[in-house]
């Protein structure tokens, strides 16, 4: 079946400007990640969404950053006012979160760059 | 709170070789402990993973084991293959998110 899917796959923008990032999950699984990665960096949490509770957005590095998503669906990640720290890797994971599975499928990411 | 340290790369290995990356964590409590791997021009995806101490998780001829007290879970092979050559994260998931907290990566390079 299909993976987690991201896109765009890469996306430049200037200094300022907004960005939307969008996140399709696996069918069917019910919790997902969004995961930043800096150049040479391991990975960073962001926020979590499970069904329809509220969020864990403990992980959001400002109040610039946000996140949406429907129900068990797709989810975008939206960037305000982008800074030149904002460039790196952002991947997006799904799982069926239940007590004997909670691997997480890791989309191919999407990479940003802010000049 | 919660963090994970594994071993600086480059790791440059000569065919059937023996590897051993390094991972040490600190949390409280049990955290669930992975390997995940990035080949390149791929998606991250799962290796291996130990849920309670001292289960040892397998995959593809690695190994690794959950050593609550010395809060490691060192990533093994006995013999490594040019097609194991990617960026390796140690990472732990605690509490009811799930949410995974990684190390900084390991390159592995192998060379024929």
């Known amino acids: 079946g299909a993976g987690v899917s991201q896109s765009p796959s890469n996306k430049v923008t200037e200094k300022g400007k907004d960005v939307e990032l969008r996140c399709d999950p696996i069918s069917g699984h019910t919790a997902l990640y969004w995961y930043r990665q800096r150049l040479g960096q391991g990975l960073e949490f962001l926020i979590y969404?499970?069904?329809?509770?509220?969020?864990?957005k403990s992980g959001l590095p400002s109040d610039r950053f946000s996140a949406e998503r429907t129900g068990e669906s797709v989810s975008t990640l939206t960037i305000q006012r982008t800074q030149q720290e904002d460039s790196a890797v952002y991947l997006c994971?799904?799982?069926?979160?239940?007590?004997?599975?909670?691997?997480?499928?890791f989309g191919p990411g999407t990479r940003l760059t802010v000049l | 709170g919660d963090s994970v340290t594994q071993m600086e790369g480059p790791v440059t290995l000569s065919e059937e070789a023996f590897l051993t990356i390094n991972c040490t964590y600190t949390a409280t409590g049990y955290p669930s402990l992975f390997w995940y791997v990035q080949y390149p021009g791929e998606g991250l995806q799962l290796l291996l993973k130990a849920t309670k101490a001292d289960d040892k998780g397998s995959n593809k001829g690695f190994e690794a084991t959950y050593r609550k007290e010395t809060t490691s879970f060192h990533l093994e092979k006995g013999s490594v293959q040019v097609s194991d050559s990617a960026v390796y994260f140690c990472?732990?998931?605690?509490?009811?998110?799930?949410?995974?907290?990684f190390g900084q990566g390991t390159t592995l390079q192998v060379k024929p």
């Open positions: 990472a732990l998931s605690r509490g009811n998110t799930g949410k995974l907290i």
């Open positions: 969404f499970q069904g329809n509770s509220a969020p864990d």
């Open positions: 994971a799904s799982s069926l979160r239940t007590a004997s599975n909670n691997e997480q499928f």
